[in-house]
């Protein structure tokens, strides 16, 4: 018997890296998943892929920062599913990197809208989902990056992830009494496109490699395990927490 078997889950940034990693990975562990993401072609392939496998899931493209999409993607998992029992909100852009002097604020709102405003919609819609269901496993994925580590040109992006840190821990306080957990997950570098945006050359790899105690970035799927024990009932009593899965990045001095 899979961890989560007879859950749905919605997945997003399912198109690509950490999110089609875990999706795949809940589907494997009996969930139905609901994938998002804007690239319609990408979510097509990976629901081919689980339903080879013998799962269950749809795809639902949009943009997370709109609310249009936050709403329609709940009421479509509940529509065809009838329930909702956890949630993964994944999509994420590096966005723009560099001196903030240089940075416009077009850039800066985009970053903060993709990563930290998608967050707060994703709750305004997924919480009461999953409170008619009886509680439930909400999860955002944060990063080292503006937590443990201040990492020169990323401001945006440091800013939009501490802010989901913030937002998790008032989010476990308030839904706590209704058995709904709220946890942010932490990665360290994770070898996936937008990784290799950020480090597109042999150094470059080196180097990000090299920032880690275990000198290696993760696969995508060691990520996807983490999400897994915060989506099932493994993390029973864990909530409010900022979750680091990150090869030794935020310890290592070397
Ligand atoms: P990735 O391979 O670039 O995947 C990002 C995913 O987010 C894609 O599925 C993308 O799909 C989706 N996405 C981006 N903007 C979106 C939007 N506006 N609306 C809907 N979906 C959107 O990146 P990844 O490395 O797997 O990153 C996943 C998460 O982990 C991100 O939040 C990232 O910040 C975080 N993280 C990554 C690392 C790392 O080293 N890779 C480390 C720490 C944290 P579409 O393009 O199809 O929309």
Sequence with gaps: MGALEN???IVTGASAGIGRA???LFAKEGATVVVAARRESELGVLVDAIQEEGGQALAVAGDVGDEHF???LVDETLA???QLDVAFNNAGILGAMGPVPEMSLAEWDQVITT?????FLAAKYQLPAMGSAGGGSLIFTSTFVGYSAGMPGMAAYAASKAGLIGLTQVLACEYGPHNI????????????????EFANTPEALAFVANLHAMK???KPEEIAQSALYLASDASSFTTGSALLVDGGVSINRV
């Excluded at 990563?115 to 967050?119: E, G, R, V």
């Excluded at 946890?183 to 290799?196: E, F, H, I, K």
């Design 70 to 72: 936050a709403r329609k």
């Design 7 to 9: 859950k749905v889950a």
């Design 181 to 196: 957990r709220v946890n942010a997950l932490l990665p360290g570098g994770t070898d996936t496109a937008a990784a290799r």
């Design 22 to 24: 875990t999706a795949r």
């Design 216 to 218: 290696r970035t993760a």
């Design 80 to 82: 065809r599913f009838g």
């Design 115 to 119: 990563n930290l405003t998608s967050a």
